[in-house]
């Protein structure tokens, strides 16, 4: 769609400008004229900016003082950089933040180890067995898919209260757990479904037992496969917020996601912290996933699309 | 049934977690929708329907839904539009294209919350950074502001731009992951029928995306209509309800009148409405059938 709209040095005859010839790939000319180059260069630069934007805005407001981020005349870049902030935030009054960095993190830990727990042998299972219940099953977890802790709240406020949960990291790590399960259980099952029985056959010969064959056979080939839903389970639950909000009341109990609104609506919101606990909890969330990044265009709709 | 025994053992935890903690609160949201429940929690009896007279009796119930169908149809739509085209510049190759596709995945890994707070902030008046460069740039001449997250009506619509933005990572990866299956000779055969690059594009390559764009269209109506946080902290602070939808709704019964009665019942609406949308969008569109 871009070359569509070259400028009049874009019109140089196809072929003509051997232009990073080794760079293109797949439907492209085999040769790109440059003028297409820089048009995408310029466009793809203009993406960069725009979506990186928020986050600066951010990064920038964090090593603000309170009287420059509420100033009437306000500067798009920081005056003075006070990088002190980063160490202040943590006794602002609004919220305990630490016990709130805290609850996110042993949250969503033991979500995802909870998850690796059940979605991983039922991945292997399903992948490698025939059984009665086996497509029911399966169904359960697409139908899952398509749930979310928003829509079930009042449900998950009235369970968790019968059982005497609500209120507790444990119903959060359940509820996180319970809505990551059927991607994680999908993703890992296609992984699985990718290696040849036949590999499972020659250890089981060797005499390996199905534990064996799935610790140590399978799990080496299909980890990138459990990489991908340790971080999206990490991730989700990481920013998990419509349960927490209903199902965590106590305030140190909560997590960053739910802790940073109560900044909203104050009477004078310390913005500068609340971006400098958002730096601090955005960048180790955005590196796992920049980790998986090759893995985002195909891994992620495994099975799903032909 | 033996055969069933020795898998228990290896899919029971699983199962055990979506029955539990997901189709158990389902039954029991639908049963609570359709008793009384005190504000303190304690169940006063059956009410038979009466909830969800109550619930379609609130006067603004239907614009509420309304609202709902205008939120998940537009955001749904700007997103799938600006994902194709990103999607396409991100597939061509072009020095530093490896850096931008890493900018494009940062809204996903963020939390929602926290991008819409920074947004949230730039549109406060005076210090507000977006309004004070909307200023700068000319296009309003108040710097005390617009009012913009003070109005539902503009509230919501900054909400729409933050949802889309939000949108857009995983609907481009997806839609990249769909351009990786279109074999690059048909591409190849069109241009040398003579088919210009914006003819390759809507005749070849666009077919070929349906099923990734079925995929990424259904998963974002599941998460727009079950959005949030956006609209809890761009329209949360807004008096009445004239920027909410039936999501915020559910929580306002739950969290500021305590109608765990009220919520169920409307959860339970909530959900009938996602099957109707992504029905209506399964028999209008037929994304699934061949071309």
């Not at chain 1, 927490?244 to 919101?269: C, D, H, I, R, W």
């Not at chain 2, 006063?44 to 009796?57: I, K, W």
Request: glycine content about 8%; overall charge neutral; proline content about 6%.
């Amino acid at each position: 769609m871009t070359e569509a709209t070259g400028p009049p040095s874009g019109s140089v005859p196809s072929g003509s400008v051997p232009v990073r010839a080794a760079r293109t790939r797949r439907y492209t000319e085999d040769q790109v004229p440059l003028g297409a180059v820089v048009l995408r260069t310029t466009a793809g630069l203009a993406v960069l900016v725009v979506f990186l934007l928020p986050y600066l805005i951010m990064f920038f407001g964090s090593v603000k003082t309170k009287a420059q981020i509420r100033s009437v005349d306000p500067t798009y870049f920081p005056v003075e950089w006070h990088w002190e902030n980063y160490l202040d935030m943590w006794s602002t009054p609004e919220t305990p933040l630490v016990q709130n960095l805290v609850s996110t993190l042993v949250i969503s830990v033991c979500a995802t180890l909870l998850v690796l727990a059940v979605a991983l042998p039922a991945a292997y299972y399903t992948a490698r067995f025939r059984f009665p219940g086996r497509y029911i099953f399966l169904f359960l977890v697409i139908v899952t898919q398509m749930m979310q802790p928003a829509v079930l709240t009042s449900g998950l406020f009235r369970e968790f209260l019968a059982v005497g949960l609500l209120d507790t990291w444990a119903a959060m790590i359940l509820v996180n757990a319970a809505f990551n399960l059927s991607f994680a259980v999908w993703i890992m099952h296609s992984f699985f479904a990718g290696i040849p029985k036949e590999v499972d056959e020659a250890a089981q010969l060797d005499g390996a037992g199905t534990f064996t064959v799935l610790t140590r056979i399978n799990l080496p080939l299909v980890w990138p496969g459990v990489v991908t839903a340790i971080v999206f389970t990490f991730v989700a639950s990481w920013n998990e917020f419509a349960a927490s909000l209903v199902l965590l009341s106590t305030a140190g109990n909560q997590p960053l996601s739910v802790a940073l609104t109560k900044f909203v609506g104050q009477y004078e919101t310390s913005w500068h912290y609340v971006f400098g606990v958002s730096v601090v909890a955005i960048v180790p969330v955005v590196l796992l996933f920049l980790a998986i990044e090759k893995r985002l265009v195909g891994g992620l709709t495994a099975g799903s699309l032909k | 049934m033996r055969a069933f025994l020795r898998a228990l053992p290896w899919i029971g935890p699983a199962l055990a977690l979506i029955v539990l903690v997901v189709l158990f609160p389902i039954g029991l949201m639908i049963g609570n929708s359709t008793r009384d429940i005190s504000q303190s929690g304690i169940d006063r009896g059956g009410v038979g329907l009466a909830n969800y007279a109550e619930v379609f009796a609130f006067p603004y119930f239907w614009p509420i839904v309304g609202r709902t169908l205008v939120w998940v149809v537009v955001v749904v739509g700007l997103t799938v539009v600006i994902s194709l085209a990103l999607a396409q510049l991100l597939d061509k190759a072009f020095p530093g294209r490896r850096f931008v596709r890493m900018a494009v995945v940062v809204p996903w890994a963020a939390s929602v919350v926290m991008t819409t707070l920074v947004v949230h902030y730039g549109l406060e008046p005076y210090f507000g950074i977006i309004n004070a460069f909307l200023v700068d740039v000319g296009l309003i001449d108040r710097p005390e502001g617009f009012g913009w997250t003070r109005n539902p009506g503009t509230a919501f619509a900054w909400a729409i731009v933050v949802a889309v933005f939000v949108s857009l990572p995983f609907t481009t990866y997806t839609i990249l992951a769909g351009l990786q299956t279109v074999p690059g000779d048909t591409v190849e055969a069109a241009r040398i029928d003579g088919a210009g690059p914006v003819r390759a594009y809507f005749g070849v390559i666009l077919p070929q995306l349906r099923s990734a764009l079925a995929v990424a269209v259904l998963i974002n109506i599941i998460n727009v209509f079950n959005s949030l946080p956006i609209l809890r902290v761009m329209t949360g602070s807004i008096p009445g309800y004239d920027a909410d939808t039936v999501m915020t709704m559910i929580f306002k019964y739950l969290q500021n009148q305590h109608r765990i009665d009220l919520a169920s019942a409307l959860s339970v609406v909530a959900f009938v409405l996602v099957v109707v949308i992504v029905g209506v969008y399964l028999r209008v569109v037929r994304p699934l059938e061949e071309v």
